[in-house]
């Protein structure tokens, strides 16, 4: 149903359903040296592999992810070196497979937190001289 108004007109009783999403909030740092990863993309991604969402970390370290409908997702932090670490700790850089990770239920619409502690997160080259 579509409600017309003009200019400075006001109509109530009108009720609207207005679903509020699920988001994931949280911290990036190396919990060696406490460096924070400024900058990062962090993903909620669906089981089908589709990204749904994404946030970035700030400068304190902290992101918080846009709003998705309530359902189970990975969670995924994008380094720098193109390498995906997905919660809570499952490190890929191509054919990953999210299976290896956590699978998280966002079955109410509220935010959930979830910290990545990744190690030599302050590296320039990270894993590059790594076996």
């Known amino acids: 149903m579509a409600v017309n108004l003009a200019a400075g007109q006001h109509v109530s009783n009108i009720d609207i359903g207005a679903a509020r999403g699920a988001s994931a909030a949280g911290r990036v740092y190396d919990p060696d040296t406490q460096a924070n990863g400024t900058g990062l993309a962090v993903w909620l991604v669906q089981p089908n592999g589709l990204s749904s969402s994404e946030g970035f970390v700030d400068a304190t370290g902290h992101y918080t992810t ?46 959930y937190s979830y910290d990545f502690a990744i190690t030599h997160l302050d590296r320039v080259f990270q894993g590059a001289f790594e076996p």
Do not use: E, W
Request: aromatic share 14%; proline share 7%; net charge negative.
């Open 66 to 111: 846009g709003l998705v409908s309530p359902g189970s997702y990975y969670l995924k932090v994008l380094l720098n070196d193109g390498t995906m670490i997905y919660y809570p700790n499952y490190r890929c850089t191509t054919n990953c497979d999210p299976s290896q990770a956590q699978l998280l239920d966002f079955s109410v619409a509220q935010g």
